[in-house]
């Protein structure tokens, strides 16, 4: 386990990291809805996850779900970089009853966000906004190229859950050991 923590005025936040793990997960934002996407990405990625945040959700839900973005990014970021003996790249398409959303990524240490997941108002008392922010948060800090694209869908519940599962998956794949590639880049570093 690998631990990494942030602290502002507007939140405090601790998480610690087994990469190779095996998807379970103890995870507590203070922002019920995340948690449960965050309990999804750790158990369909495989990576081990303890998240403590503390944050301003008296104002909103903003600040703990961005934070918990970009800590969580660099955690990965420490964890999978260099790259080396490694697929590099993952790709999953997830599927939630009418809902399948795709995720493409390059372990680059490049970021880049492709979002298009059109859902707006609430789950519950979570604004749907905010999904895009956390993946933002994420990838950049993650550096990774990163594509969520929802292909159908009504129900927002369904959809976001697919999309972080789908980003799970994704990285899972990625993370794939193959010695054969070695440094699996042209550039031989990522």
């Given at each position: 386990?690998?631990?990494?923590?942030?602290?502002?005025?507007?939140?405090?936040?601790?998480?610690?990291?087994?990469?190779?793990?095996e998807g379970k997960s103890k995870?507590?934002?203070?922002?019920?809805?995340?948690?449960?996407?965050?309990?999804?990405?750790?158990?369909?990625?495989?990576?081990?996850?303890?998240?403590?945040?503390?944050?301003?959700?008296?104002?909103?839900?903003?600040?703990?779900?961005?934070?918990?973005?970009?800590?969580?990014?660099?955690?990965?970021?420490?964890?999978?970089?260099?790259?080396?003996?490694?697929?590099?790249?993952?790709?999953?398409?997830?599927?939630?009853?009418?809902?399948?959303?795709?995720?493409?990524?390059?372990?680059?240490?490049?970021?880049?966000?492709?979002?298009?997941?059109?859902?707006?108002?609430?789950?519950?008392?979570?604004?749907?906004?905010?999904?895009?922010?956390?993946?933002?948060?994420?990838?950049?800090?993650?550096?990774?190229?990163?594509?969520?694209?929802?292909?159908?869908?009504?129900?927002?519940?369904?959809?976001?859950?697919?999309?972080?599962?789908?980003?799970?998956?994704?990285?899972?794949r990625a993370m794939q050991p193959?010695?054969?590639?070695?440094?699996?880049?042209?550039?031989?570093?990522?």
């Amino acid at each position: 386990m690998i631990t990494k923590s942030r602290k502002t005025k507007e939140t405090d936040i601790t998480i610690s990291l087994n990469l190779i793990g095996e998807g379970k997960s103890k995870i507590e934002t203070g922002v019920g809805f995340l948690d449960h996407m965050l309990e999804s990405f750790s158990k369909h990625s495989l990576i081990d996850l303890e998240i403590s945040c503390k944050g301003d959700t008296h104002i909103d839900d903003h600040h703990s779900v961005e934070d918990v973005g970009i800590v969580l990014g660099s955690l990965l970021a420490e964890a999978i970089y260099p790259v080396k003996n490694m697929e590099r790249f993952g790709s999953a398409n997830i599927v939630m009853d009418e809902a399948c959303v795709s995720c493409d990524l390059d372990l680059s240490n490049r970021p880049y966000l492709v979002y298009e997941v059109n859902v707006t108002g609430k789950v519950g008392q979570f604004d749907t906004e905010l999904v895009e922010e956390f993946f933002r948060a994420f990838v950049l800090n993650a550096r990774i190229s990163t594509h969520i694209v929802a292909l159908r869908g009504k129900n927002k519940h369904h959809i976001i859950e697919a999309a972080f599962k789908s980003l799970a998956v994704a990285i899972r794949r990625a993370m794939q050991p193959n010695e054969r590639v070695g440094i699996p880049s042209t550039k031989d570093m990522l």
